[in-house]
């Protein structure tokens, strides 16, 4: 199974990005996808996650809620991170990631496969 994550770019404050997470080998069905990201010098932090596998409610950080969400699309195997109202505090590279087994936590180590970052950079 691999993660392939796109979607990245440059926007002004208060713009848009949607980034996408194609999910290639396997069906999406299996797995809730986690959005992670680490702006320069910082930890990866969470993002959002979606459990739609688990049939739970998705998951913010505080940092976004309200302005993110997550969702999926089934016919195309991928996963999507609509960012709305950016702000520059948002720039950082954006990660996506993936597990199968029974969801505990939003932490980095809940997930085992992931995909390469895509950079969002967000201007004042």
């Known amino acids: 199974v691999q993660l392939q994550a796109s979607g990245g770019g440059l926007v002004q404050a208060g713009g848009s990005l949607r980034l996408a997470c194609l999910v290639s080998g396997w069906s999406i069905d299996s797995y809730y996808i986690g959005w992670f990201r680490q702006a320069p010098g910082k930890d990866r932090e969470f993002v959002g996650v979606?459990?739609?596998?688990?049939?739970?409610?998705?998951e913010y950080a505080d940092s976004v809620k309200g302005r993110f969400s997550v969702f999926r699309d089934r016919g195309k195997n991928t996963a999507y991170l609509q960012m709305d109202n950016l702000k520059p505090e948002d720039t950082a590279t954006y990660y996506c990631?993936?597990?199968?087994?029974?969801?505990?936590?939003?932490?980095?180590?809940?997930?085992?496969?992931w995909g390469q970052g895509t950079r969002v950079t967000v201007s004042s």
């Open positions: 990631a993936a597990d199968s087994n029974e969801y505990r936590a939003n932490e980095l180590k809940q997930f085992t496969l």
């Open positions: 979606d459990t739609w596998t688990f049939n739970r409610n998705p």
